[in-house]
């Protein structure tokens, strides 16, 4: 098996190829390359590599212009530091995706899906859908809110985190007033800024000022404290833990 890496960051080129090394040591890693007009000439220059490692966040743009240069049939793995607009992207079509720095378990259960077959492709109607995921967005800044005879403007910055009941959204804000906000939990989750805000669970969209401190819970979930809100538990799930904690990290 023929790996290319395209990696921007020698350390976590550094990384790939170790652990590349360690579980599949029969696997080539035929070439290195660091950005999209590398990469470019590289796939012009010598024969396609049976898998691809590619970054999406390059030094000259998206890897995805690599797509819309070059003819691309094999299987390719992304890799990502924390992006909440490309994991919510990925997830959305399917695609497969290793946050980093990558781990060694995670590699692994790539390859098997690669030797099982079971990688899945990219087409150029997903590959658009990427590209419009990921590029940059306005993200909403306030509300304007029925209030008495008229209305009201709240900023997002004030709202410390937003939670369903009844299947009615609901804005907590930093004066501890509840204002009704009209929108669902998901079309909120689209005009937030993801650097700012988490979808925690299906109830809670949190505000990352507002976390206090996050403990492991059972099973492999975090329960986060909200400051100066202590009755309020917010549950991460197993599932979502790892992507909470780069977030967070980020």
């Given at each position: 098996?023929?790996?290319?890496?395209?990696?921007?960051?020698?350390?976590?080129?550094?990384?790939?190829?170790?652990l590349?090394?360690?579980?599949?040591?029969?696997?080539?890693i035929?070439?290195?390359?660091?950005?999209?007009?590398?990469?470019?000439?590289?796939?012009?220059?010598?024969?396609?590599?049976?898998?691809?490692?590619?970054?999406i966040?390059?030094?000259?743009?998206?890897?995805?212009?690599?797509?819309?240069?070059r003819?691309?049939?094999?299987?390719?793995?992304?890799?990502?530091?924390?992006?909440?607009?490309?994991?919510?992207?990925?997830?959305h079509?399917?695609?497969?995706?290793?946050?980093?720095?990558?781990?060694?378990?995670?590699?692994?259960?790539?390859?098997?899906?690669?030797?099982?077959?079971?990688?899945?492709?990219?087409?150029?109607?997903?590959?658009?859908?990427?590209?419009n995921?990921?590029?940059?967005?306005?993200?909403?800044?306030?509300?304007?809110?029925?209030?008495?005879?008229g209305?009201?403007?709240?900023?997002?910055?004030?709202?410390?985190?937003?939670?369903?009941?009844?299947?009615v959204t609901?804005a907590?804000?930093?004066?501890?007033?509840?204002?009704?906000?009209?929108?669902?939990?998901?079309e909120?989750?689209?005009q937030?800024?993801p650097?700012?805000?988490?979808?925690?669970?299906?109830?809670?969209?949190?505000?990352?000022?507002?976390?206090?401190?996050?403990?492991?819970?059972?099973?492999?979930?975090?329960?986060?404290?909200?400051?100066n809100?202590?009755?309020?538990?917010?549950?991460?799930?197993?599932?979502?833990?790892?992507?909470?904690?780069?977030?967070?990290n980020?």
């Open positions: 098996m023929r790996i290319l890496i395209v990696e921007d960051e020698k350390p976590n080129a550094d990384r790939i190829k170790r590349v090394n360690e579980i599949r040591p029969h696997f080539e035929v070439g290195v390359v660091e950005c999209i007009g590398d990469t470019i000439e590289w796939l012009s220059m010598n024969r396609p590599p049976d898998v691809m490692l590619m970054d966040r390059l030094s000259d743009g998206l890897s995805f212009e690599i797509l819309e240069h003819t691309i049939t094999c299987p390719i793995i992304f890799t990502t530091a924390y992006d909440e607009y490309a994991v919510r992207a990925f997830k079509n399917s695609i497969d995706y290793l946050l980093k720095p990558v781990e060694k378990e995670e590699l692994a259960a790539a390859f098997h899906k690669l030797e099982s077959n079971d990688l899945p492709t990219l087409d150029q109607p997903t590959l658009a859908g990427l590209i995921f990921l590029q940059p967005k306005n993200f909403r800044k306030r509300f304007l809110l029925p209030y008495r005879d209305y009201r403007s709240v900023l997002v910055k004030d709202v410390v985190y937003f939670f369903s009941e009844w299947k609901h907590k804000l930093a004066d501890d007033t509840e204002v009704v906000i009209p929108f669902t939990m998901e909120l989750e689209q937030l800024d650097n700012a805000f988490f979808r925690a669970n299906r109830q809670y969209i949190i505000c990352v000022d507002a976390i206090g401190q996050v403990h492991n819970y059972f099973n492999g979930k975090l329960k986060v404290d909200l400051q809100h202590p009755s309020v538990e917010v549950i991460i799930s197993r599932e979502k833990a790892p992507i909470f904690k780069n977030w967070l980020y």
